[in-house]
């Protein structure tokens, strides 16, 4: 049996963490470098791989990576705090009727009533924790402090953006992403990020409001405000593969987070049954197929290879910087990790049993490591046969 550990155990940090900034990440130094993130967006570069013929980013398939990607319509695109569905204040759509007192549960009725409003919204998975001060980004993209402080509500003004201390428990939730469309990666049919980035928006504003109308405040986020990952971790939702992205039991690392801050009381759910990093340890196959080598293939280590990488915490520090380039080179958000990942796996009995198996005991898993390359999952298919299937 695998050895069950708190959170602390499994993804401790050390004196050197500090909260991140997020003008450090990948992304926003690309931008305040060279004015742009993906140099693959422009028409130039779209019109050179169709005329090229390239398989898998034709017309038909850039007008699917586009429609699927309608977050970038909506104001502040992936990552505006506190604009469209992601508005820190109500959007006036759900509100408690005057005279009406807020609904009142335990932490336990709440965690039911949010989880079963938030599926019905497009979740796949949702999980509550406490909030930790670690995960919130110390600024914003634009360079306002996030802090905690006592306040009547959420706001945003030129200098800060004030998180209100009553907001102190987190609803982390997760959208999928398709095995199929995703087998596809790095082509523009790999539409199931933006699709996920656009399911993100929907749900975390359809939940927030939910939870305004029942009487409390909510901030709804994507990749703003606090670190995605560690908080769906802390929230039991699965655990961080080699690939430093979540891999959850139920539908690997096919998944986007986003997540709400809130003053409605919830439970802490438990920790995500554990097998998945004792695999990650001896598997590796996402850093021999990454084609930027940007994914370590040693173990874990406190600190990363360089700042867009927030040192002190106990995991698995990626290239993002060498990840970042590579998408620009090849035209893609990329996601072979994703792909070549064994527990990116269609829904089967057998694959259920080894799952079964590796929450339960480490013994076996080098020879499923073996076992999986041998049957070729994770290869790509042919992009010029998928507008012809079914």
Not at 6 to 31: G, H, I, L, V
Not at 67 to 90: I, K, L, N, Q, V
Not at 348 to 370: E, G, M, Q, Y
């Amino acid at each position: 049996m695998v050895k069950k550990k708190t959170f602390e155990e499994t993804y401790p940090t050390n004196e050197k963490y500090q909260r991140f900034d997020q003008r450090n990440t990948s992304f926003q130094q690309k931008r305040r470098s060279t004015g742009s993130l993906l140099d693959y967006n422009t028409d130039e570069y779209k019109a050179d791989k169709i005329r090229k013929n390239v398989p898998g980013f034709g017309v038909v398939d850039y007008a699917f990576k586009q429609a699927a990607g309608m977050y970038e319509g909506m104001p502040g695109g992936d990552d505006g705090m506190s604009e469209g569905y992601y508005s820190w204040t109500p959007l006036g759509v759900g509100s408690l009727p005057k005279g009406v007192p807020k609904w009142s549960g335990t932490p336990e009725k709440a965690a039911k009533i949010i989880t079963k409003a938030a599926k019905y919204f497009g979740a796949v998975g949702v999980g509550f924790c406490p909030l930790d001060e670690r995960w919130i980004y110390s600024h914003t993209n634009d360079g306002k402090e996030i802090v905690i402080e006592e306040a009547e509500a959420p706001y945003i003004n030129d200098k800060k953006a004030v998180i209100p201390k009553s907001h102190k428990w987190v609803i982390a939730m997760v959208v999928p992403m398709e095995h199929k469309e995703n087998s596809y990666a790095p082509t523009a049919i790999e539409v199931t990020s933006n699709m996920g980035y656009s399911r993100m928006h929907i749900l975390s504003g359809y939940v927030a409001e939910f939870i305004r109308a029942l009487g409390y405040s909510a901030i709804p986020m994507g990749n703003d405000t606090a670190l995605s990952v560690p908080i769906a971790l802390q929230a039991g939702l699965g655990h961080m593969g080699r690939h430093g992205r979540l891999i959850t039991w139920d539908h690997g690392p096919l998944v986007r987070i986003c997540k709400i801050f809130t003053d409605l009381p919830l439970p802490q759910s438990p920790p995500a049954p554990s097998g998945i990093i004792e695999y990650c340890e001896v598997c590796g196959r996402c850093a021999k197929k990454c084609p930027s080598e940007s994914i370590t293939p040693g173990p874990r280590t406190w600190e990363g290879p360089n700042s867009s990488n927030n040192n002190g915490s106990y995991k698995w520090y990626n290239d993002e910087d060498k990840c970042l380039r590579y998408w620009n080179e090849v035209g893609s958000g990329c996601s072979i990790c994703f792909r070549v990942c064994a527990f990116t796996k269609e829904k089967a009995p057998l694959h259920d049993l080894v799952k079964w198996i590796l929450r339960r005991t480490s013994l076996f898993n080098r020879p499923f490591v073996v076992m999986d390359e041998l049957m070729g999952y994770g290869n790509i298919p042919d992009p010029r046969k998928y507008w012809d299937e079914p």
